[in-house]
């Protein structure tokens, strides 16, 4: 049992906070590896265990887990660059058929959104969003390397995006702790707040791609319609035609 703010708690892995207590900055490069590299890490709380972990380094933080920033840095930015490069690996040697077989529908989901994701934006960019996407960032990286696509390329591209998600969220939280005294208090409605913002690609994902099979329905519903005028002017003619001839 671990001392953090007063309270006791256990090491609880979908717990930012029971991971922190626990783990400290090994549990934050631990979590972002599984999440990241491993298909069985998807329920890892990857964003708000970022986010809680700047804010646990701020020095307004009086939880007894008052964690190093640039400890926290550096096991972030390992965890997220290892774990999707070992995602990679492991997709090449044929993880795409592991997802397949995989009976567990957030990781079909994940599978799903991951391909809308290559082919709206092509690898560069998929790769670099799949960050933010929770579940899609544990299942995009072993498409990829199902894909065929250079290690190269994809390792370029996941550094980049790596870099910029786990560094970009313990700074974020980091820059909040320290702007708030006694950020304690409000430890657990921020990790809501993360927790469901992580939530908003996946919806507006979901909204643009509902509203782009509307229009190719409406745009098939209306092709029929376009040739209609043209029928009943050609029907017309002939009745005229007809008309004329019994005349």
Same mark, same amino acid.
């Given at each position: 049992?671990?001392?953090?703010?007063?309270?006791?708690?256990?090491?609880?892995?979908?717990?930012?906070?029971?991971?922190?207590?626990?783990?400290?900055?090994?549990?934050?490069?631990?979590?972002?590896?599984?999440?990241?590299?491993?298909?069985? @890490?998807?329920?890892?709380? @990857?964003?708000?265990?970022?986010?809680?972990?700047?804010?646990?380094?701020?020095?307004?933080?009086? #939880?007894?887990?008052?964690?190093?920033?640039?400890?926290?840095?550096?096991?972030?930015?390992?965890?997220?660059?290892?774990?999707?490069? /070992? @995602?990679?690996?492991?997709?090449?040697?044929?993880?795409?058929?592991?997802?397949?077989? #995989?009976?567990?529908?957030?990781?079909?989901?994940?599978?799903?959104?991951?391909?809308?994701?290559?082919?709206?934006?092509?690898?560069?960019?998929?790769?670099?969003?799949?960050?933010?996407?929770?579940?899609?960032?544990?299942?995009?990286?072993?498409?990829?390397?199902?894909?065929?696509?250079?290690?190269?390329?994809?390792?370029?591209?996941?550094?980049?995006?790596?870099?910029?998600? #786990?560094?970009?969220?313990?700074?974020?939280?980091?820059?909040?702790?320290? #702007?708030?005294?006694?950020?304690?208090?409000?430890?657990?409605?921020?990790?809501?707040?993360? =927790?469901?913002?992580?939530? =908003?690609?996946?919806?507006?994902?979901?909204?643009?791609?509902?509203?782009?099979?509307?229009?190719?329905?409406?745009?098939?519903?209306?092709?029929?319609?376009?040739?209609?005028?043209? /029928?009943?002017?050609?029907?017309?003619?002939?009745?005229?035609?007809?008309? @004329?001839?019994?005349?």
């Amino acid at each position: 049992m671990l001392h953090l703010a007063g309270t006791h708690v256990a090491l609880n892995p979908l717990s930012s906070a029971s991971l922190l207590a626990s783990l400290g900055a090994l549990g934050v490069f631990l979590a972002l590896f599984a999440e990241t590299g491993l298909l069985i @890490g998807f329920f890892l709380p @990857g964003d708000s265990l970022l986010f809680t972990a700047g804010l646990l380094s701020a020095g307004s933080s009086s #939880s007894k887990a008052h964690l190093s920033l640039p400890l926290v840095l550096l096991a972030a930015a390992g965890g997220a660059l290892i774990g999707a490069q /070992t @995602g990679f690996v492991i997709g090449r040697q044929g993880g795409r058929r592991l997802i397949e077989r #995989s009976d567990n529908r957030f990781l079909r989901k994940g599978a799903q959104r991951s391909s809308e994701l290559l082919s709206r934006y092509g690898y560069g960019k998929a790769i670099v969003f799949a960050r933010f996407i929770p579940i899609v960032r544990t299942v995009l990286n072993p498409m990829v390397g199902a894909l065929d696509v250079s290690a190269r390329t994809f390792t370029i591209w996941q550094v980049i995006g790596g870099l910029i998600w #786990s560094i970009g969220l313990t700074l974020a939280g980091f820059a909040l702790g320290s #702007s708030i005294g006694n950020v304690d208090k409000y430890l657990l409605p921020i990790i809501a707040v993360i =927790v469901a913002g992580s939530f =908003v690609p996946i919806v507006i994902e979901v909204i643009r791609t509902r509203r782009l099979r509307t229009r190719r329905q409406g745009a098939r519903s209306q092709t029929p319609q376009e040739n209609l005028p043209s /029928t009943v002017a050609a029907a017309d003619g002939a009745k005229d035609g007809a008309a @004329g001839t019994e005349r």
